[in-house]
């Protein structure tokens, strides 16, 4: 009976823990399905991840701010030698659409940022300047026009997008007397037609260099860093960019034989960081002999009254220009010039020419 009984009361214990475990699996097994009982939930939209641009330099935006500066003074200051001057240029003239573009691959990388952020600039060509007088600033082209197509051609973007532009626009030009480009602003897309101005076919260029100088190769011309600083007005500017175009005009790279050099001196000198070290004494540069030097001051004097300057202080100019920087200076301008005691003989005369010209109403044409 004790047997017996000890065994029921062990089964019924066994089969309280088997309720127990059956009832707990139970609970967890509703619980289960209660997990499982569909609950529509709106999942939050996801927020862009918006990636702050890298900072800028704040010496490499005062550096390209101060480049941008100087290049729209050489661009304000040369138009009208350029727009003016087809006649005197002597068939180094042809059809421009007036304006220059850029992006933020213009710049060397180290300044595509600051551009990007200063500029304004990215990958698509932006006007940066329009010529004065030209067809594209009639046609109400401004800064930050950004170049869209040409003759519903696509224009380029990204690097190289300059070159790839002017290969598309060149033959555009070409037996026209306007273009149609498709450009946008701020309020949308315009078409605008633009006029072709006839104008010298000399490009002009920023020389990032210290030494007071000017080049002219034959195509392009280039003002230093250190000319344009020592230019004090814009007229004095415009002598030193007549000069150099009045260069060009007469072919005086090609009778000195020089254009290769002073071609290699511009394209070291365009660089952001030019190499300076290949520069010393002359540069290899020839002299300009006496009679080059006052064909070229004549012809240029011709060039800056046709543009509107005024000559009355060329004389003055270039004797500052002696005085500060002689021939013995480095790599400066009367280094490669006529000495001005030969020169100023002939600037007086062609001055005092252009004033009886002026006065009388006359053509001024040498």
């Known amino acids: 009976m004790q ?23 139970s609970v967890l097994f509703l619980a289960a399905c209660a997990t499982q009982a569909p609950v529509v939930t709106k999942m939050p939209e996801p927020r862009p991840v918006v990636v702050a ?7 490499q935006v005062q550096a390209l701010n101060a480049l941008v500066a100087m290049q729209d003074r050489l661009y304000r200051v040369g138009a009208p030698l350029l727009v003016n001057n087809t006649e005197l240029c002597k068939g ?9 573009a850029k992006n933020k691959y213009s710049y060397t990388s180290e300044f595509v940022e600051a551009a990007h952020q200063t500029l304004g600039l990215n990958d698509r060509l932006q006007i940066v300047n329009v010529l004065g007088g030209s067809g594209a600033a009639k046609a109400g082209l401004r800064r930050g026009d950004v170049l869209l197509a040409a003759e519903e051609k696509p224009l380029p973007q990204g690097q190289d997008a300059e070159s790839k532009a002017a290969a598309v626009l060149a033959p555009l030009v070409v037996g026209k007397s306007s273009v149609k480009l498709s450009v946008a602003r701020a309020n949308g897309n315009l078409a605008v037609t633009v006029p072709l101005t006839h104008a010298c076919a000399f490009g002009i260029q920023l020389g990032l260099a210290d030494h ?3 080049y002219a190769d034959g195509h392009r011309v280039l003002v230093t860093r250190g000319m344009l600083e020592f230019a004090r007005t814009e007229e004095e500017l415009a002598y030193v960019l007549a000069k150099e175009m009045a260069h060009n005009a007469l072919a005086h790279a090609q009778k000195q034989r020089m254009n290769a050099t002073i071609g290699g001196i511009i394209d070291n000198l365009v660089r952001m960081h030019p190499d300076l070290s290949t520069m010393s004494g002359a540069s290899g540069v020839k002299p300009m002999p006496k ?14 009254a046709r543009a509107g300057y005024s000559v009355d202080g060329a004389a003055a100019f270039w004797q500052r220009l002696a005085a500060q920087y002689p021939p013995s200076v480095a790599n400066g301008y009367n280094a490669i010039h006529a000495p001005i005691a030969a020169r100023l003989p002939a600037i007086e005369k062609t001055v005092a020419e252009i004033k009886r010209k002026q006065a009388a109403g006359k053509p001024l044409v040498p």
């Open 53 to 59: 641009p890298p900072p800028v330099d704040p010496a």
């Open 92 to 100: 180094n003239a042809r059809n421009l659409l007036g304006f220059t």
């Open 212 to 214: 007071v100088n000017a």
């Open 291 to 304: 009679e080059l030097d006052n064909a070229a001051d004549a012809l240029a004097l011709y060039m800056a």
């Open 3 to 25: 047997v017996t009984l000890r065994k029921t009361l062990a089964a019924r214990r066994r089969g309280t823990g088997i309720m127990r475990l059956l009832g707990l699996s």
